[in-house]
């Protein structure tokens, strides 16, 4: 007998995985060999750092224990917070490292005095369970980040960017938190509208073709070229039937699929 799955309220549904590209690794580091990492899990960011494997002595190609990383989840106003603290932590000479308080976890940012570096450090402090605190440290890499001027026939200057992973991860907090307004997810979304709108109108002269009348429905509510006392100054009034006023009937979303067209064959 085939298997089957029972649905309850208890279901949540698919749940979505982005994997970032940011990913810094350190096979070098004195503290923790490790590789830090970060996606997206079901609306809420995962900071990961997995230890470098034992087997293999070339850290050109150091892999990870990516099955044994540790992770902690962070919510948009605590990366923000998050963000913040590391502005602090940069600027202030006094405080030696920063973090925020998760449900699992402490992701803590360190000057790297504790480990007894120069270099930053991003750790997750976490605990088993009966109690006992843990804890798995990135170091970033202060002195591998250059640029180069003055370029002349092999003779160059170079700069380095000691603060550059750290900026990155800082960068990444704040891009996260702006990006749960969906602001810029908008803005895509209604240039794609248009891209669809061309393949819809593929679709329609498809279902012309077979006899299915294409129905069309909604209407955008706003024009970029007008105002509501604009269009409402030399006119008799407001109607919501398409007559008159701000109402007026605009073609919107086409309603049509290929399921309905197949169904009507």
Same mark, same amino acid.
């Given at each position: 007998?085939?298997?089957?799955?029972?649905?309850?309220?208890?279901?949540?549904?698919?749940?979505?995985?982005?994997?970032?590209?940011?990913?810094?690794?350190?096979?070098?580091?004195?503290?923790?060999?490790?590789?830090?990492?970060?996606?997206?899990?079901?609306?809420?960011?995962?900071?990961?750092?997995?230890?470098?494997?034992?087997?293999?002595?070339?850290?050109?190609?150091?892999?990870?224990?990516?099955?044994?990383?540790?992770?902690?989840?962070?919510?948009?106003?605590?990366?923000?917070?998050?963000?913040?603290?590391?502005?602090?932590?940069?600027?202030?000479?006094?405080?030696?490292?920063?973090?925020?308080?998760?449900?699992?976890?402490?992701?803590?940012?360190?000057?790297?005095?504790?480990?007894?570096?120069?270099?930053?450090?991003?750790?997750?402090?976490?605990?088993?369970?009966?109690?006992?605190?843990?804890?798995?440290?990135?170091?970033?890499?202060?002195?591998?980040?250059?640029?180069?001027?003055?370029?002349?026939?092999?003779?160059?200057?170079?700069?380095?960017?000691?603060?550059?992973?750290?900026?990155?991860?800082?960068?990444?907090?704040?891009?996260?938190?702006?990006?749960?307004?969906?602001?810029?997810?908008?803005?895509?979304?209604?240039?794609?509208?248009?891209?669809?709108?061309?393949?819809?109108?593929?679709?329609?002269?498809?279902?012309?073709?077979?006899?299915?009348?294409?129905?069309?429905?909604?209407?955008? +509510? $706003? *024009? &970029? @070229?007008? /105002?509501?006392?604009?269009?409402?100054? =030399?006119? !008799? +009034? $407001? *109607? &919501? @039937?398409? /007559?008159?006023?701000?109402?007026?009937? =605009?073609? !919107?979303?086409?309603?049509?699929?290929?399921?309905?067209?197949?169904?009507?064959?």
């Amino acid at each position: 007998m085939a298997s089957t799955k029972t649905y309850n309220n208890n279901d949540r549904g698919p749940v979505n995985t982005t994997y970032s590209n940011i990913t810094f690794s350190n096979p070098e580091s004195s503290i923790n060999q490790s590789r830090l990492s970060i996606s997206y899990f079901n609306k809420v960011m995962k900071v990961s750092i997995a230890l470098r494997n034992n087997a293999g002595s070339n850290d050109g190609f150091a892999t990870y224990d990516t099955e044994n990383a540790i992770s902690v989840y962070v919510s948009n106003t605590k990366a923000y917070i998050l963000y913040k603290m590391i502005e602090t932590l940069k600027n202030d000479p006094d405080v030696h490292n920063v973090g925020i308080d998760l449900k699992n976890g402490l992701l803590k940012i360190s000057d790297g005095s504790e480990y007894g570096t120069k270099n930053y450090c991003i750790a997750i402090m976490y605990s088993d369970d009966v109690g006992n605190v843990s804890e798995i440290v990135y170091e970033t890499k202060m002195d591998v980040h250059k640029g180069i001027y003055n370029y002349d026939q092999g003779q160059f200057s170079s700069q380095t960017f000691p603060e550059l992973e750290l900026e990155t991860f800082g960068m990444v907090m704040y891009e996260y938190y702006k990006a749960s307004s969906y602001a810029i997810a908008a803005t895509v979304m209604e240039a794609n509208m248009y891209k669809r709108e061309y393949h819809m109108d593929l679709v329609k002269q498809i279902a012309e073709k077979v006899g299915v009348t294409v129905r069309k429905g909604g209407n955008n +509510g $706003y *024009s &970029n @070229n007008s /105002s509501f006392l604009d269009r409402n100054a =030399n006119k !008799g +009034g $407001y *109607s &919501n @039937n398409g /007559s008159k006023g701000v109402m007026s009937d =605009n073609a !919107g979303y086409e309603m049509t699929t290929f399921d309905s067209i197949a169904d009507a064959m």
